[in-house]
């Protein structure tokens, strides 16, 4: 398949489990900052959050083009975007805002606060692509990758915080002292 497909062969839908070979041998994971998890953490997502987990698949080719994990969990209740790649060839096209669209609706419906995702502060692209879908910096967690390479946590507000206090800027964390809610 090449970039040249048209919106109406891509398809948008939850991720299912034997989905996660194809994931896990496409394209998608040559990029530097895409984090390759093993096949175990796509299942645990897949199991308990289904419903905040999707790839773009090709219609015809049934290659994976792009996917989320996501998930919902806390308190303040919120929605999570653990993971979202799209294909080198495909970026651009809207797909990802498709996705964070997506999630970001399935959030406010399960009565969401926020919904919030870690990005790598050098990762000039991710950073511009969440601003514009209207995320701020929340806060910076320091070492969140490795030591040195930090992480931006940014937040976007659900129609049920109208004031978007959950945005507000708050302090810097170490990592080592963050609140880890993913128990994987």
Not at 44 to 67: A, N, P, T
């Amino acid at each position: 398949s090449s970039s040249s497909s048209s919106s109406s062969e891509i398809v948008l839908r939850c991720m299912r489990e034997r989905d996660i070979k194809k994931i896990m041998e496409c394209a998608i994971q040559k990029d530097p900052y895409v984090v390759t998890f093993p096949y175990e953490y796509y299942k645990w997502y897949i199991d308990r959050f289904g419903k905040y987990c999707y790839v773009m698949e090709h219609k015809i080719s049934k290659h994976i083009m792009g996917y989320l994990l996501g998930k919902c969990e806390g308190r303040p209740l919120r929605g999570h975007v653990s993971a979202v790649a799209i294909d080198v060839r495909y970026r651009g096209c809207g797909w990802a805002r498709k996705m964070m669209n997506v999630i970001e609706k399935q959030s406010a419906e399960d009565n969401c606060l926020f919904v919030d995702l870690f990005v790598d502060e050098r990762n000039s692209n991710a950073y511009s692509l969440y601003k514009h879908l209207g995320y701020n910096v929340h806060r910076r967690v320091i070492d969140y990758y490795d030591k040195g390479r930090d992480a931006y946590d940014m937040r976007k507000a659900t129609i049920l915080d109208p004031m978007r206090s959950s945005e507000r800027r708050g302090p810097d964390v170490h990592t080592g002292h963050m609140r880890r809610w993913n128990i994987y």
